[in-house]
């Protein structure tokens, strides 16, 4: 599945931002899609993910309170709501989709086949 991500930008510490993933294929809610970040230097880390069918959301601690994973299958995309953003949000994000991935994998990367491009986020303090 091809996924293009948009949405990201400039944004002042405490504002919000809404990443859209929309993907290529119209059966999104049989993957498993994943937000995932990777700041300069750093390690591609989790975010978030939706689990696929049921729609079960998981959240990296770091956001879990603050950010918001959702799917829209009529769209075949998949939002990250980030609000009360933090200079240490600024990364790129990426969204990403797996069909067979096991659900206790989905905090790692290397698990998930298909990537989007990536869309900057940065959090000015």
């Known amino acids: 599945v091809q996924l293009q991500a948009s949405g990201g930008g400039l944004v002042q510490a405490g504002g919000s931002l809404r990443l859209s993933c929309v993907a290529s294929?119209?059966?999104?809610?049989?993957?498993?899609m994943a937000w995932f970040r990777q700041a300069p230097g750093k390690e591609r880390e989790f975010v978030a993910t939706i689990r696929r069918y049921n729609s079960n959301p998981m959240y990296a601690a770091s956001v879990k309170g603050r950010f918001a994973i959702s799917r829209d299958s009529a769209k075949n995309a998949v939002y990250l709501q980030m609000n009360s953003l933090k200079p240490e949000d600024t990364a790129v994000y990426y969204c990403a989709a797996d069909r067979g991935i096991i659900w206790s994998s989905v905090r790692n990367p290397a698990e998930f086949d298909s990537w989007g491009q990536g869309t900057l986020v940065t959090v000015s303090s």
């Open positions: 294929e119209t059966t999104v809610s049989t993957y498993t």
